[in-house]
């Protein structure tokens, strides 16, 4: 099974199903409980969750259906286990009010999303990146949300650890967007030796119970501490808007505006350590391809044929989609005479692309409605008007 295991956590070079390449990476964070309901093309994910958890002193539990999932996770986050679920549209749908519930209870905890083609039931097992805006909006109400975006199946290892240190982070639910090429494409994933990983652990209260208040935050921070229930700490947490004490404060907006600021805030105002851009061939760039995911991939090749053409072409991969760097875009768009955008979807983070550009060069959209990756031809060929060459050049 593997060149090395310590405490039944693996290490090693693996030919790894970026499903399982996910499942691994949460058990090397110190996932110790997974609540899902099997759904194509995620379905390896908790099935690879079923089988190690109780390897690793962990709970795997089936769920009765998304919802329920969703809830479960929320519950066991807060009895002090990092846990984390596992599906793709339809189920990510469901799992929206629950998401939205988890914000504003500030739980730590992660959902992975292994996108497919749809709406609706859609392409069960072909690839689609249609849920990106979903994981911006998905949910009711005004919040911020922390989405990544892994483009192989080492990726998926790595970022799934790194959303696990986000959520501890900022206490937050963190989304881990990935797609059905990504999940089901089998690569080379290197483990590092489980002392080599950085981890990181939720930081409790420092205050004895009895001074404890769940949802109060020192001066200059935005981000409270939390308690473990059970351990002796008067816990009240609810989805209403609360106070302090997490008690319900509805009655009038005193609570609304300052406690929804804060949940903002807190991702926003840290967006320069949030961030993560993968960037090639910028510097002198008269084009820039953005993109993100398995899109980002199938247009390495397009930018290295329009190079050799002579067109002077760069790429921005979108580790992190959300929260979306404006900064960085607005910039790009001051520098270059058009940015191409291929998805996989018909035209969703062109959208943010589009907003921060503000006019200032040309924004070509590379659409695709799923069930397949992206022909390199229909990205070069957008690279080639963007630069100004004709089409059939």
Not at 196 to 218: A, F, H, N
Not at 315 to 327: G, I, K
Not at 366 to 373: A, C, K, L, S
Not at 382 to 393: D, P, Q, T, W, Y
């Amino acid at each position: 099974m593997s060149p090395a295991s310590r405490n039944g956590v693996l290490s090693g070079e693996f030919f790894m199903l970026g499903d399982i390449a996910c499942a691994e990476g949460a058990i090397c964070a110190g996932c110790r409980f997974f609540a899902g309901y099997p759904i194509t093309p995620a379905t390896e994910v908790a099935q690879r969750m079923s089988e190690r958890l109780p390897l690793v002193g962990g709970i795997y539990i089936q769920m009765e259906d998304e919802m329920a999932s969703m809830n479960a996770v929320l519950g066991a986050s807060w009895a002090g286990v990092k846990a984390m679920t596992a599906t793709s549209g339809p189920g990510f749908s469901l799992m929206m009010e629950n998401l939205g519930l988890g914000v504003m209870m500030e739980t730590p905890c992660v959902l992975v999303n292994v996108q497919r083609g749809g709406p609706s039931t859609g392409l069960p097992t072909l690839v689609g990146q249609g849920d990106m805006m979903q994981a911006r909006w998905g949910s009711h109400g005004d919040y911020a949300i922390i989405a990544l975006s892994p483009s192989s199946p080492q990726e998926l290892f790595d970022l799934t650890i790194h959303a696990f240190n986000l959520s501890e982070t900022y206490r937050a639910p963190v989304l881990v967007m990935t797609d059905a090429e990504v999940g089901h494409m089998t690569e080379k994933v290197v483990i590092p030796p489980v002392e080599e990983i950085e981890v990181i652990g939720r930081r409790k209260p420092t205050v004895p119970p009895e001074e404890y208040l769940p949802y109060r935050v020192e001066p200059g921070e935005l981000v409270p501490p939390m308690a473990v229930a059970g351990e002796g700490y008067r816990i009240h947490t609810t989805g209403l808007t609360h106070d302090e004490r997490g008690y319900p404060a509805t009655a009038d907006d005193t609570a609304q505006w300052p406690l929804v600021q804060r949940l903002v805030d807190k991702i926003e105002k840290n967006k320069d350590k949030i961030i993560m851009l993968e960037e090639d061939g910028l510097d002198d760039a008269e084009v820039a391809v953005v993109s993100y995911g398995i899109a980002a991939r199938t247009a390495i090749w397009p930018v290295q044929m329009a190079r050799q053409e002579g067109i002077r072409v760069g790429m921005l991969r979108l580790v992190t989609v959300w929260p979306f760097p404006d900064e960085e875009i607005r910039d790009l768009a001051g520098r270059v005479e058009g940015i191409v955008v291929p998805e996989i979807n018909l035209g969703q983070i062109v959208r943010e692309v589009e907003r921060c550009a503000a006019g200032r060069t040309e924004v070509l959209s590379v659409p695709h409605p799923g069930g397949g990756i992206h022909d390199p031809q229909a990205v070069l060929r957008a690279i080639r008007r963007a630069a100004g060459r004709k089409a059939e050049a």
